[in-house]
């Protein structure tokens, strides 16, 4: 997928701000910290076109990128230990009303640290996916921080962590090492049908 353009369109923290579904869809999900804006700005080839964050927690916003044709949507991390309770409600709030407003999503990408087993967050996310009928590929981040055998070993494993849910793919990636970016990008080109 050769990215023509790719900039910040908005970033929405109730429900009631999501703008109508007027362009395809590609949702990056996953826990705080896992690295969802490092791989969307890989993906992009952009520098900061999604903010890294050093600390984790930080974004309660569903971000939109206008990328091409299309929207990447950068949900809020999940999993943090330190957010309140009403800050809890307020997500599950913004995803659901997200997800159950008949969007046009045509894929989502749920990212999970390759070195760590899937969180029961996770496990909700995969559940929800499933029950839901939305496509989505499992994308493994951090790759780096394997070697080889380990990185094999790891898509076997979370391929087996992931039986009884529909996804389609799992596909290891590393922002720093430039593993399986071309993979996910023609991947997510799929689902665009482009
Ligand atoms: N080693 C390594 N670190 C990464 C990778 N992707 C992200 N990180 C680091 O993980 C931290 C969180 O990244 P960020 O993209 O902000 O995660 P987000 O909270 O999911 O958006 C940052 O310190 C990143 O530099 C990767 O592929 N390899
Ligand atoms: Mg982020």
Redesign the pocket.
């Known amino acids: 997928m050769i990215i023509k353009k790719a900039e910040f369109f908005a970033a929405f923290g109730t429900n009631k701000q999501l703008p109508a579904s007027v362009k395809p869809e590609v949702v990056?999900s996953?826990?705080?910290?896992?690295?969802?804006?490092?791989?969307?700005?890989?993906l992009c080839n952009r520098k900061n076109l999604?903010?890294?964050?050093?600390e984790?927690?930080?974004?309660g916003t569903i971000n939109f990128y206008t990328v091409n044709d299309f929207y990447i949507v950068?949900l809020p991390?999940y999993g943090f230990a330190k957010v309140s309770d009403k800050e809890r409600q307020r997500w599950d709030k913004l995803i659901n009303s997200y997800f159950e407003t008949g969007r046009g999503i045509n894929l989502v990408v749920q990212?999970i640290d390759c070195r760590r087993e899937p969180s029961n967050d996770d496990y909700m996310m995969l559940e929800y996916l499933s029950h839901h009928n939305i496509p989505f590929i499992i994308a493994l981040?951090?790759?780096?921080?394997l070697n080889k055998t380990q990185q094999n070993a790891a898509v076997e494993q979370f391929k087996e962590y992931c039986r009884g849910y529909s996804w389609s793919d799992v596909i290891l990636?590393?922002?720093?090492?430039n593993?399986g970016i071309d993979t996910l990008s023609s991947t997510i080109e799929g689902f665009l049908g482009e």
């Not at 999604?50 to 050093?54: C, D, L, P, T």
């Not at 981040?141 to 921080?145: S, Y």
């Not at 990636?173 to 090492?177: D, L």
């Open positions: 990056f996953g826990r705080s910290n896992v690295g969802k804006s490092s791989l969307i700005n890989k999604a903010r890294v964050s050093g984790p927690g930080k974004t950068d991390g990212l981040t951090k790759g780096d921080k990636t590393s922002v720093p090492k593993i």
